[in-house]
């Protein structure tokens, strides 16, 4: 489902909700009320101005002196998110990483949900993980059509990288969160998110190395 | 080591170079010894101009009508990166995610190197993964040193994120890259990067369901 009508939000401002959301929230655990931009700012490493900015899209949420309203802002931002429609996810490719990610399940976050799996390896097919049994690559289209899955993990690695998210890419599915870090090619509609923790782990080392002042590196903070 | 001398080339593009370094071998295995900024733009969704102005920085590295010498290139960015050196890495906290972590050890590039794992859990203490075997994080200061390792990798969750930093930080490693997505904090010298995947999969997932145009999330060519 498309709503336009939200594509007025930024694109900087819409990467950066998900992490506001998930800060407030560890706040709301910790029983912190409101929260100055500052504060937050250095909680999670964003300028003030920016989370300021940011805020300001989504009305007056914040009061001079007072700071913002955390569970007000949890509401404002859980609807941006839809965080409360479960996200049912197909993870793709079973082996060791596949694996670890199928047993954590986002365990801390209760409407992300990996709710089966796939490989072409004849040998997993049939086996059991957390309750998910593993299926052949051939059923995929089938399967998330009737287990209603919009998002895609790949864990397959670069070399049948294109082919996986191609059979992804027919199944109907528009969003796609890929570990292999070479560059594939999907339709306009569809969405795909790399997560590469070599060029990741280089870029830190690199830093380390060269730099002595601190940086940090989320990268969705910049 | 730090090598200050190196400090002229902006922030900005010593974040892309792993990202190229990455990309020119993957061609240079593919035989392509040379390739135009506009041909290497479509492969690693960087625009071209970028790509030219990075790498200007590096001296008259590509021709009009030529392009840029592949091999060339990755000598250049493999003696900026310094990744003939091997970088000796401890895995801390080995749940599922570091389990993988551990199996896959980065296996093509063979100058990443997982060379010790820690966890705090005595039932696991003494126990191999792929040869390797798991030390009790008392340790983590001894090995370190006798090991010569400079990075960590933290799968700790979040609820030990930072007494597991302290830990790394006291035994002298600058590096780290951390799985948990909470904010820690560090020493000046100490570079750290966050991995946080259930942000990712909501930023992935919001721009799946508010946007129809194309939005490739590398955060790391931004």
Same mark, same amino acid.
């Given at each position: 489902?498309?709503?336009?009508?939200?594509?007025?939000?930024?694109?900087?401002?819409?990467?950066? #909700?998900?992490?506001?959301?998930?800060?407030?929230? #560890?706040?709301? $655990?910790?029983?912190? $009320?409101?929260?100055?931009?500052?504060?937050? !700012?250095?909680?999670?490493?964003?300028?003030?101005?920016?989370?300021?900015?940011?805020?300001?899209?989504?009305?007056?949420?914040?009061?001079?002196?007072?700071?913002?309203?955390?569970?007000?802002?949890?509401?404002?931002? !859980?609807?941006?998110?839809?965080?409360?429609? $479960?996200?049912?996810?197909?993870?793709?490719?079973?082996?060791?990483?596949?694996?670890?990610?199928?047993? %954590? %399940?986002?365990?801390? %976050?209760? +409407?992300?949900?990996?709710?089966?799996?796939?490989?072409?390896?004849?040998?997993?097919?049939?086996?059991?993980?957390?309750?998910?049994?593993?299926?052949?690559?051939?059923?995929?289209?089938?399967?998330?059509?009737?287990?209603?899955?919009?998002?895609?993990?790949?864990?397959?690695? !670069?070399?049948?990288?294109?082919?996986?998210?191609?059979?992804?890419?027919?199944?109907?599915?528009?969003?796609?969160?890929?570990?292999?870090?070479?560059?594939?090619?999907?339709?306009? %509609?569809?969405?795909?998110? +790399?997560?590469?923790?070599?060029?990741?782990?280089?870029?830190?080392?690199?830093?380390?190395?060269?730099?002595?002042?601190?940086?940090?590196?989320?990268?969705?903070?910049?």
């Amino acid at each position: 489902m498309k709503k336009e009508e939200e594509c007025k939000i930024p694109n900087a401002t819409a990467k950066r #909700i998900p992490l506001y959301y998930r800060y407030l929230k #560890i706040l709301e $655990e910790s029983n912190v $009320e409101r929260i100055k931009s500052k504060e937050f !700012s250095q909680l999670i490493q964003v300028p003030s101005a920016t989370i300021r900015r940011d805020f300001s899209h989504f009305g007056e949420l914040g009061r001079s002196g007072y700071g913002y309203d955390v569970s007000y802002l949890i509401q404002v931002f !859980s609807h941006i998110l839809n965080t409360q429609v $479960e996200k049912r996810i197909a993870l793709i490719g079973v082996g060791n990483l596949g694996r670890a990610l199928i047993k %954590n %399940n986002f365990r801390r %976050n209760e +409407y992300l949900n990996i709710v089966s799996a796939f490989d072409s390896d004849p040998s997993l097919v049939g086996t059991k993980i957390n309750n998910i049994t593993i299926r052949h690559m051939d059923d995929l289209a089938e399967v998330v059509k009737k287990e209603g899955v919009m998002t895609a993990i790949s864990t397959v690695p !670069s070399k049948h990288s294109q082919g996986a998210v191609d059979s992804i890419v027919t199944s109907g599915i528009t969003a796609i969160l890929n570990f292999a870090p070479g560059r594939v090619k999907v339709p306009d %509609n569809v969405k795909i998110q +790399y997560i590469d923790l070599t060029t990741e782990l280089q870029t830190l080392i690199y830093f380390d190395e060269n730099f002595t002042s601190n940086h940090q590196f989320n990268f969705a903070n910049q």
